[in-house]
């Protein structure tokens, strides 16, 4: 197997970018549609990469970070890993079937067949961001393998050290022509964007992602976007509340809150939000005792994210706000930020208008249900959405008066871990979905349609000029209710 080190200059990395891809483009002409066992053994070596190199992943990891907990990064960057490839082994024979459909009268009684084969697009660009890069890099990578793609990676520049070491060790696993990674800042990313990807994959904010768009549409590159938004948690009357309690601190504290679908503000009844925040603040104590030194609370990620942070208390001081911190013995030279309650800020406030995405948490109070379902939908669409509840009536209404990527009932998180639940987001919190069940696998496939004609091969041609009798029984038995 030959391999290339990809770790190259930022002017070469421009230069070379197009040069990647017209080769991973002809080697998807040599073999453009692989069969399942190549496929296969791609998305094996995805794990085997991961699995063998455990261990110099968390020194990647702590080395961008600062401080996350080992046990943690192999927890979220591995196992997903590892347990998608397993779901992509136990049903791609069935994915990649012909999908057969029935064909319309009269075809159908004179033996035509019709079927969507699902073809491999050819070259995927994939472009991941700071706060998970390994294993978003190799979920999509695997999703386009399964679909019989080669796969380009853009590594995120605030993750230096992980970025050197996959475009350093995956050559090891992978041809150059299977899977490149791209290494590089802003004018790398904003070349490798303006490539004509077959299909290009980002995940981030979603103010970047519009410049994405604008970059691919030059291409006519189709896109799929993973970002995020204010994910909101409804606690009802009805809630457990020490139950709710602990499983919205443990949402918005995974990974210091720097996940795309964790809690970001909580909806809690005005009588009730004062005994919430009391049990949050156990929550978070219990979770991370002082006496354990903030040895499992993520670092924020980098210096400019940290300080924004700060900002965001700041401003919400100026709002005037009630802003409670739960002592974990945070440690400030390793970035770790004080886990933080904001209650009720107003609606211009920054923590109002932008996604925390870090440890703090906001606790909004309402007066009924359908109040808080209207502050909601007065936002944009969130990628996840949180409802704690017994009443059945209750979870269907939040339900079906919102609108969000995806909802966990009486938990958080959950429904990204479930192997056969697609994820994605809508509106501003995404395009497209991918990961969960099918989802990946048609994502960066094209349903190809296919009709073969049948024994009386003459049907079609009753349609044909000069037009008389025939199409006049056609019209007869067609235009017609």
Not at 122 to 136: E, F, H, R, S, Y
Not at 189 to 217: C, N, Q, V, W
Request: net charge neutral; glycine share 6%; aromatic share 8%.
């Amino acid at each position: 197997m030959t391999s290339s080190n990809l770790a190259f200059s930022e002017q070469s990395a421009v230069t070379d970018l197009q040069g990647i891809l017209c080769r991973q483009r002809d080697s998807f002409k040599q073999q453009s549609t692989p069969d399942m066992d190549t496929r296969l053994n791609r998305v094996m070596r995805c794990v085997d990469f991961m699995l063998e190199c455990q261990d110099a992943i968390v020194n990647a990891t702590v080395a961008d970070w600062k401080h996350k907990p080992a046990d943690f990064i192999k927890a979220v960057e591995i196992i997903p890993v590892i347990n998608h490839a397993k779901h992509i082994k136990k049903n791609l024979k069935k994915w990649m079937m012909d999908d057969k459909r029935s064909p319309d009268f009269p075809f159908n009684v004179v033996g035509a067949k019709a079927y969507v084969r699902w073809q491999p697009l050819g070259v995927v660009g994939v472009m991941v961001p700071w706060n998970g890069p390994l294993a978003m890099a190799m979920v999509a990578a695997m999703d386009a393998f399964s679909a019989g793609n080669r796969v380009m990676i853009k590594v995120s520049e605030f993750s230096p050290a992980t970025a050197q070491f996959m475009a350093d060790t995956l050559p090891n696993y992978f041809d150059e022509t299977e899977l490149a990674v791209v290494l590089g800042e802003v004018e790398v990313s904003r070349a490798f964007a303006e490539l004509p990807f077959d299909h290009l994959m980002y995940t981030g904010s979603a103010g970047t992602a519009k410049h994405i768009m604008a970059a691919a549409a030059k291409n006519l590159t189709p896109v799929t976007l993973e970002l995020g938004g204010k994910s909101p948690v409804f606690i009802a009357d009805d809630a457990d509340l020490d139950f709710a309690a602990q499983r919205v601190a443990s949402g918005r504290l995974i990974n210091a809150g720097q996940a795309c679908i964790g809690a970001d503000y909580v909806l809690v009844p005005k009588a009730k939000l004062k005994t919430f925040s009391d049990k949050v603040v156990a929550a978070i104590q219990t979770m991370y005792p002082c006496e354990n030194g903030a040895t499992d609370y993520a670092s924020i990620a980098t210096d400019t994210h940290y300080k924004r942070m700060h900002a965001l208390l700041d401003d919400a001081r100026k709002h005037g706000c009630e802003i409670i911190q739960v002592d974990v013995a945070a440690n400030a030279d390793l970035r770790q930020f004080t886990p933080t309650i904001v209650v009720n800020p107003p609606k211009e406030s920054r923590l109002m208008q932008e996604e925390v995405f870090g440890p703090i948490l906001i606790l909004t109070e309402y007066d009924n249900l359908q109040s808080a379902i209207n502050r909601v939908n007065d936002g944009e669409r969130p990628l996840a959405l949180y409802y704690f509840g017994k009443n059945k009536q209750g979870q269907q209404h939040v339900l079906n008066q919102t609108i969000s990527g995806g909802v966990a009932i009486n938990e958080v998180m959950m429904q990204l871990s479930q192997s056969n639940l697609p994820f994605g987001g809508v509106g501003h919190s995404g395009m497209g979905s991918y990961w969960g069940g099918d989802a990946g696998f048609k994502r960066f496939s094209h349903a190809r349609s296919v009709f073969e004609q049948g024994w009386f091969n003459k049907i079609a041609a009753m349609l044909d000029p000069p037009y008389g009798a025939n199409i006049q029984k056609v019209l007869k038995m067609q235009l017609k209710k």
